[in-house]
């Protein structure tokens, strides 16, 4: 499709939506009710209607809803900023983000919902900064560049109606996503890398070409983002919380994406290191609401506990990394019982320390998305860890934790978490690496689990990776990767699934290792065991017995900081 009916289209598109929005709130607002049934009832058509409330709305003093319009959510308090604040941030003279659309309403639509989807889940930068930068025109903390990745990272998420939410991603949106790529790579320089909003732009690319099934390029994407931040080499002072949520968020990504890939991690050990040293809980006054489409705008918000997630994500992001330097950038045969269970401790503390707002009660329906990839990550963090030690003959009988029932339990747990994730907000709107963790614990369970659970598990799986390939490219290969272990394993599926087994693949080789840098993902057990030494499950039982407390490899909050914060949040929700 040309660039030119890309944009017609969406213009058309957005019209449309700005008519039903006006008439929305005016039956909500204006006392009009019975004025707009009426001419409904006529026949006047939408544009119709909506031209003639803005007409008298303009003229009797109040103002419409594209004056109105606000940011869905900033990291932190903003009201000291003195800055003019212009009304879209798009255009002003020379200055103009991006040179895909002209259309203000089409940009800042891909910024709410990246900032309701993405950012929570990984903050690779903070809202508040880059929203004052880019309503002011400053290229401050905000840059051409980093507009285009943001949007073309929440293209995958555009929908022009709410019956269209769960169809398959159209040839408008992943041109418009394509377009909006092309402009970010075209305006990064090879090098130098010494911007932090060039930082932010490859962390937040790495993203989006991992989604695409470009695996390859979005790892080297990564690896130059969290290489540059650690360098620190930027030709501008950086404000400190600017600086911390992105040497974090990075970082973060960082760990979680070599977890999965097996490789050693491009990132500094940050030992003694405050998490968010700098970013005042306190001030963290972001608010979240269901946001998919432009109306979306008026519905109820709740707190989002956005930093507040990104901090906890960040710490046991760090524990996941000392694992994966274990087993995967270990090359001497040490892997001792003491250092897997030392490592399970670090995980159970994490979670035992987990601030309540955080937590997820089944009965609750109250969880946003951020904090379900918390706790998902957690689980496939402890699969991956005691997945080598399942099959190994000396950690079999009475070895207490025994790795196969802790890994199957914590699957399990996994798994019911993303059901619950589906039922509230689909898998349409589930953040990429969570895909991942969806392959790993339905993988983990048709080897090992029950078989009831594991078909169940295996059904779930596919119907969901169905479901996220609206949005997300890398599910068809991630799909084709699961179905060979489904078909190997034997296990016999009903007729209406049958189907996923007996499919011929149509993808390559290539395909399969651009999408998750190598042909499968299933973690290389092989190579850790050959790394384990003798005595572990001798010493299995002894070691859990005598490690004590363990502790933090990162320093905390301060519990003032915390204490305070909870506080506040706990008078926002009475």
């Known amino acids: 499709m040309a660039k030119e009916e890309v944009i017609n289209k969406f213009e ?67 009201q000291n900023m003195t800055d003019d604040i212009s009304e879209t941030g798009l255009f002003e003279g020379d200055v103009r983000w991006t040179g895909v659309t002209q259309d203000i309403s089409l940009v800042t639509h891909l910024l709410d919902l990246y900032f309701t989807w993405v950012h929570p889940t990984h903050m690779l930068l903070s809202e508040s900064h880059f929203r004052r ?11 051409s560049a980093l507009v285009n990745a943001i949007c073309a990272s929440a293209c995958h998420l555009l929908r022009s109606s709410p019956q269209e939410a769960g169809e398959s991603e159209g040839e408008f949106e992943k041109s418009l996503k394509e377009q909006f790529l092309a402009e970010a790579r075209t305006l990064i320089p090879p090098t130098p890398f010494d911007k932090v909003t060039t930082v932010q732009s490859l962390a937040v690319m790495s993203l989006v070409e991992a989604g695409s099934g470009n695996g390859l390029r979005g790892s080297s994407y990564i690896k130059l983002a969290s290489s540059s931040m650690l360098s620190g080499q930027f030709g501008q002072e950086v404000h400190e919380e600017v600086w911390q949520i992105t040497l974090w968020g990075v970082q973060t ?74 087993f995967y950038v270990n090359h001497r045969r040490n892997i001792t019982a003491r250092k897997v269970l030392t490592q399970y401790k670090r995980y159970l503390a994490w979670k035992e320390n987990l601030p309540a707002p955080l937590s997820i009660v089944d009965s609750s329906p109250g969880a946003l998305p951020h904090f379900f990839f918390l706790h998902v990550h957690y689980y496939t963090s402890i699969v991956h860890l005691f997945r080598p030690f399942v099959e190994l003959d000396n950690t079999h009988g009475d070895v207490d934790p025994n790795p196969r029932k802790v890994a199957i339990e914590s699957a399990q747990a996994g798994m019911r978490l993303l059901e619950q994730y ?36 295996a059904l779930f799986c596919f119907e969901s990776l169905k479901q996220a390939h609206a949005g997300s490219d890398v599910c068809g290969p991630l799909q084709e990767m699961f179905r060979q272990t489904v078909r190997e394993s034997g296990m016999t599926l009903p007729d209406e699934a049958a189907e996923y087994v007996r499919q011929k693949s149509t993808y390559t080789l290539d395909d399969m290792m651009d999408a998750y840098t190598q ?36 320093s905390t909050r301060s519990s003032t900081d915390s204490e305070k914060f909870l506080q506040i949040r706990s008078l926002l929700n009475d």
């Open 519 to 554: 042909v499968t993902y299933a973690q290389p057990v092989e190579q850790i065991q050959q790394l384990v030494t003798s005595t572990l499950g001798d010493d299995w039982n002894g070691d859990w017995n005598q490690i004590s407390d363990i502790p933090e490899s990162l």
């Open 253 to 326: 990504l960082t760990n979680i994406w070599t977890e999965f890939t097996y490789e050693n991690a491009v990132s500094q050990r940050l030992q003694g290191h405050r998490v968010f040293e700098g970013v005042s809980l306190e001030r963290d006054n972001s608010m979240w609401r269901f946001y998919r489409f432009p109306h979306d705008q008026w519905l109820a918000t709740r707190p989002s506990l956005a930093i507040l997630t990104a901090c906890e994500l960040a710490k046991f992001a760090h524990h996941v990394r000392e694992t994966t330097g274990l």
């Open 133 to 143: 930068s880019f309503n002011n025109h400053r290229d401050t903390y905000c840059s």
């Open 422 to 457: 589906q039922r509230y907000y689909t898998n349409r709107y589930q953040p990429l690496l969570q895909v991942f963790c969806l392959i790993h614990l339905a993988d983990f369970l048709v080897r090992y689990g029950p078989p009831d659970y594991a078909r169940e598990a």
């Open 12 to 78: 058309e598109l957005s019209k449309q939506n700005k008519w039903a929005e006006t008439i929305l709130i005016a039956l909500s607002t204006d006392g009009r009710g019975p004025d707009i049934i009426e001419r409904l009832q006529r026949g006047d058509d939408a544009e119709t209607i909506a031209r003639h409330i803005e007409n008298n709305t303009l003229g009797d003093g109040r103002t419409s809803p594209s004056q109105t319009r606000r940011p869905l959510a900033l990291d932190y308090d903003v």
